[in-house]
């Protein structure tokens, strides 16, 4: 076991460099000249081809990836060409917010949609079924951004029970911060919670038909035991893969939920720095949200041999 975690420890370094390299090099082909853009419209060629020179932009290719992959093995991913300030230094300062945001999400979608997918197995065929897994169609059908601004102006616009936009640290009090954030988790884990519903059902529905089961409830064991004990235990393995791969989602939905509740989470961050055409700020966050991922997924590499016994690495 601690072999295995070692071994999968660094299989994230190639794996990073990787990423590194294809940010690099998606960045270095977009259209858009950052100096161009700081130097405004009225810019002559020197003073252009003088701020490229400053910020390294002639250089070829790979002499460029190599020093920022250097620095970036250093701990230090750049400077904003814009405020000039440190990337790291504007991700922390962005880390509350999306953090909070992605907490609450999991916790709502994790725990509404195995309820609901354990529901819906229980019953299958019935009408409890049809109406959870078209609660689930619908909400893996609706855009964030859609089911957003529905969300917003029904509870924050008409009904006045949430605040519309903003975000309130964790410092004012739990009330107000759970207040600003209600309405953008549900809003970002309705598309999570509807994937998680409808794999969990698959899952139970799977082991439910298994003989072992039909053996519990010939020996007259409960409905209870038989979900939560039998089923629920050898359909975790599916239910945890589904939940660490649709972080992808949850990452990729804060970007558009921040957007439409105005957080200032790094979300936002991303969409200023891509309109401005900030390379280091962009590279920063996708690499950010890449090691993540990856963590994520190591994670639950080895939550599936804590899940499962049979599993052996």
Do not use: C
């Not at 609706?142 to 957003?148: E, H, L, N, R």
């Not at 359909?235 to 660490?244: E, H, K, L």
């Amino acid at each position: 076991m601690a072999l295995y975690i070692v071994r999968r420890s660094l299989s994230v370094i190639p794996v990073m460099v990787l990423v590194a390299f294809l940010v690099f090099a998606l960045l270095y082909v977009a259209p858009g000249d950052p100096a161009e853009i700081l130097a405004g419209d009225n810019a002559t060629l020197e003073h252009i081809a003088a701020i490229r020179k400053s910020l390294g932009l002639d250089q070829p290719f790979f002499v460029r990836f190599l020093s920022w992959l250097a620095e970036v093995a250093r701990g230090d991913l750049g400077a904003s060409v814009f405020s000039g300030k440190p990337v790291l230094e504007l991700i922390a300062s962005r880390l509350e917010p999306t953090f909070s945001l992605m907490a609450l999400t999991l916790v709502f979608s994790i725990s509404t949609a195995i309820p609901l997918g354990i529901l819906a197995a229980n019953y299958a065929g019935s009408w409890i079924d049809r109406v959870v897994m078209s609660f689930a169609i619908f909400g893996f059908s609706v855009p964030v951004f859609a089911t957003g601004y529905l969300l917003a102006y029904v509870f924050a616009i008409e009904l006045k029970w949430f605040p519309i936009q903003g975000y309130a640290p964790l410092s004012r009090g739990v009330g107000v911060w759970l207040s600003h954030l209600i309405l953008p988790a549900i809003s970002l884990g309705s598309v999570y919670m509807a994937l998680i519903a409808r794999i969990t059902r698959a899952s139970m529905l799977e082991v439910l038909n298994q003989d072992y089961v039909r053996t519990a409830r010939a020996k007259g064991q409960s409905r209870i035991n038989i979900l939560f004990i039998h089923a629920l235990k050898n359909a975790a393995v599916s239910i945890v893969t589904v939940i660490g791969l649709g972080m992808a989602l949850l990452i990729g939905g804060a970007v558009v939920t921040e957007s439409v509740f105005a957080i200032p989470g790094i979300g936002r961050l991303t969409i200023d720095a891509i309109l401005q055409r900030d390379y280091p700020i962009i590279q920063g966050v996708v690499l950010f949200f890449s090691f993540i991922y990856v963590v994520v997924n190591l994670l639950v590499d080895i939550a599936y041999t804590l899940i499962d016994p049979r599993i052996r690495y």
